[in-house]
């Protein structure tokens, strides 16, 4: 099994940037996708990002695209997630997720993904 752990969530005026950090153990590289979902006031958990088990590929949603980034540090096995041009409809708990890698493009459904961190929590005030 896989062990995940996020890291760098707080609070932020809107406009503001964190970065969210996962670490995941044991090396998961070439074998898992990893991804960032989130879970909004209210919702279930929603796809935020994701980068492809060679690193080399990202993913995006609609709502995050142009504001956020993620990378992957395949020597710490490890995803960041850089977040731009905060809104406070970003407040949300986020979660790191593993997702075995497949021949196509990583899925954007919680359910696809095996293994998830505790979440971090991200506050974007007005």
């Known amino acids: 099994q896989v062990h995940l752990a996020e890291s760098g969530g707080g609070s932020v005026q809107a406009g503001g940037s964190l970065e969210l950090s996962c670490t995941a153990s044991?090396?998961?590289?070439?074998?898992?996708?990893l991804g960032w979902f989130r879970r909004l006031p209210g919702k279930d958990r929603e796809f935020v990002a994701a980068?492809?088990?060679?690193?080399?590929?990202?993913y995006y949603a609609d709502s995050v695209t142009g504001r956020f980034a993620i990378s992957r540090d395949t020597a710490r096995d490890r995803a960041d997630l850089t977040m731009n041009g905060l809104k406070p409809e970003d407040t949300a708990v986020y979660y790191c997720?593993?997702?075995?890698?497949?021949?196509?493009?990583?899925?954007?459904?919680?359910?696809?993904?095996?293994?998830w961190g505790q979440g971090t929590q991200v506050t974007v005030s007005s």
């Open positions: 997720a593993a997702a075995r890698t497949t021949a196509y493009a990583p899925s954007r459904s919680p359910g696809a993904y095996e293994y």
């Open positions: 044991p090396n998961t590289f070439g074998t898992y996708v």
């Open positions: 980068v492809g088990g060679s690193g080399h590929r990202t």
